[in-house]
């Protein structure tokens, strides 16, 4: 994992900026208590779970409300450390025993004790979740055989085989813990109601304007939050949400700005604000509905990939959005990436655009799609990446023949109908708190294994390549797995595909706010206990 690394733009003069790269240390200043931090979120929750949901609009307001198991060290990412469970934890010689001791004191916002049955019981819901109950990540735990408490303070998973990733699954800043006893009534509380045991508890949600929680006196952790509370505001659209950011009624977006309004935020603010940049665990994925036709045919969903061009993408889109660097299933640069030489052996990733575009006619023709034929791209309305996402892509297929509708829509319908099977093609994301293969992978192996594979396809030989790619202990034996999963996704059966490109992460925040620090989720570090303001 290459380090997270930070920018600091200066305005030299009314039209020019220097951009200089300096290291992000951690702040010298005593931290200061108090005060009110506001932050823009561009999004609205489609529900409160975190097990269910996978939209960092759910996750920036409610993940302060919550504890986790484990949690990854935001000055140190990505290294694992404890949250409600101790910092010292033992695994069994043969890799199929984690234990955890759980921290004595931590107190729900009820003023009830957690122990380790609550931990158990959020794991049993994640990881075997009754029927009726979604759980996002559920495919990235087939490796856990039972969770098992043999005391209040003990917890024990127990594995089928050694997992390389199972650790880091665990650190997930999607675990929140909840209630056992809440969950035993109604396992789909959550959904609609906060219970947690983190640093800030809730005061109010008004959809579509604002979040606010304030200071939790009970959090486990003495001397934090430093904050008195938060207010998330929803804004929607990109400009004023730049503009908020700009004027100082927000002081930080956490999820991330393009070039463009970074220089504008850094041009009217100056010294007042800080750039922190970071390569992003994330992209777009155009994800295709197997089961309608003429998208079970294999042919017309390569043609679809083939008819992209994603080099040229790279020069013109990162310069007007955050989305930057070509590549396939795992970030570009990460230790698990494909090499470019094989990368542009992959249809859809070839240099010779006209090439590829004379293949795309081709399979077209050959499957029976008339020129002009005509069909739906549902999408997320959020400008940025996706409507940008969107826009170009329908662009690009409109050049092989394909007449394209382009439907943006909030979160909630949005979800409801990708997991319903209720679109023809559509532009999916793919975000991740860390690069790991079990992460990048599960979203592509079956749908009836991971209820995030909105494709609707079902495919043994995938499974198997993931399962034994999560199961391999040789660097070498794992990344040729990998490459197998990844030509057979994208390229043999081009399922689904990365549209256009990995992101880079650009977050330029009021001097003001300390504590915080860019990774390459935006995800991770998102409680805020540790983030105070300075004046």
């Known amino acids: 994992m290459k380090r997270a690394f930070t920018k600091i733009f200066v305005a030299i003069s009314a039209t020019s900026i220097i951009l200089a790269t300096v290291v992000f240390a951690a702040q010298s200043e005593n931290p200061r208590t108090g005060g009110e931090l506001v932050f823009a979120v561009g999004g609205t929750p489609p529900s409160y779970d975190g097990h269910r949901e996978t939209t960092f609009a759910m996750l920036h307001p409610i993940a302060p409300h919550y504890s986790t198991l484990l949690r990854f060290d935001p000055q140190n990412y990505p290294k694992i450390v404890g949250d409600v469970a101790e910092d010292k934890w033992t695994v069994s010689k043969d890799g199929l025993t984690y234990t955890f001791t759980i921290r004595k004191g931590i107190k729900f916002h009820d003023g009830s004790d957690l122990t380790a049955k609550d931990v158990k019981a959020t794991y049993d819901k994640i990881i075997f979740p009754p029927e009726g109950v979604v759980s996002a990540r559920q495919a990235t735990y087939a490796m856990v055989d039972k969770v098992e408490t043999p005391d209040v303070q003990t917890v024990v998973f127990r594995l089928k085989h050694p997992s390389a990733s199972f650790l880091a699954n665990l650190a997930s800043p999607w675990n929140f813990i909840y209630k056992a006893d809440i969950l035993a009534k109604d396992p789909r509380w959550y959904e609609k109601n906060i219970m947690g045991s983190g640093p800030f508890t809730f005061v109010e949600y008004v959809a579509g304007s604002h979040w606010v929680g304030k200071k939790n006196p009970n959090y486990f952790i003495k001397g934090r939050p430093y904050l008195d ?5 929803v804004i929607r659209d990109t400009a004023p949400r730049v503009a908020a950011v700009r004027s100082g009624q927000a002081l930080i977006e956490f ?29 777009l994925t155009v994800t295709i509905n197997n089961e309608k036709k003429p998208f079970d045919d294999v042919r017309v969903r390569r043609a679809l990939t083939l008819a992209i061009d994603r080099w040229g993408a790279s020069k013109a889109l990162s310069q007007i959005s955050v989305m930057k660097y070509v590549g396939g299933l795992f970030r570009p640069g990460s230790e698990f990436a494909i090499p470019e030489s094989e990368l542009i ?22 499957a029976g799609v008339p020129e002009g034929f005509s069909f739906t791209l549902k999408n997320r309305n959020v400008r940025e990446p996706y409507e940008v ?17 382009h439907v943006q829509q909030e979160e909630g319908p949005y979800f409801n109908d990708f997991r319903q099977g209720n679109y023809d093609a ?40 993931y399962d034994k ?15 197998q999963f990844e030509k057979r996704v994208i390229d043999e059966k081009a399922y689904q595909f990365p549209p256009t490109l990995w992101w880079q992460r650009i977050v330029p925040h009021w001097t003001k706010v300390k504590g915080w ?11 805020l206990r540790d983030v105070w303001l300075a004046e």
Not at 229 to 233: D, I, K, T
Not at 431 to 446: E, G, H, R
Not at 472 to 479: F, I, S
């Open 229 to 233: 509370g938060y207010r998330a505001v």
């Open 255 to 283: 999820r991330g700005f393009n070039p463009s309004a970074r220089d504008d935020i850094v041009k009217t603010a100056g010294n007042q604000v800080v750039v922190q940049e970071s390569p992003w665990v994330c992209n």
């Open 345 to 366: 052996k992959l249809a859809g990733f070839g240099k010779n655009i006209e090439a590829s575009r004379k293949e795309a006619r081709r399979l077209l023709k050959e």
């Open 389 to 405: 996402t969107g826009v170009y892509v329908i662009d690009q297929w409109r050049q092989v023949g394909l007449n394209v509708n």
């Open 426 to 465: 559509g532009i999916d994301f793919s975000c991740d708190f860390m690069d790991d293969p079990d992460l990048q992978l599960f979203k592509f192996v079956s749908s009836k294994r991971s209820p995030v594979n909105y494709a609707r396809y079902n495919d043994s030989v995938l499974d198997d390549l």
């Open 469 to 483: 790619q999560s199961r391999a202990t040789d660097p070498k034996e794992r990344l040729k797995l990998l490459r």
């Open 517 to 527: 620090k860019i990774t390459p989720s935006h995800y991770v570090n998102q409680d």
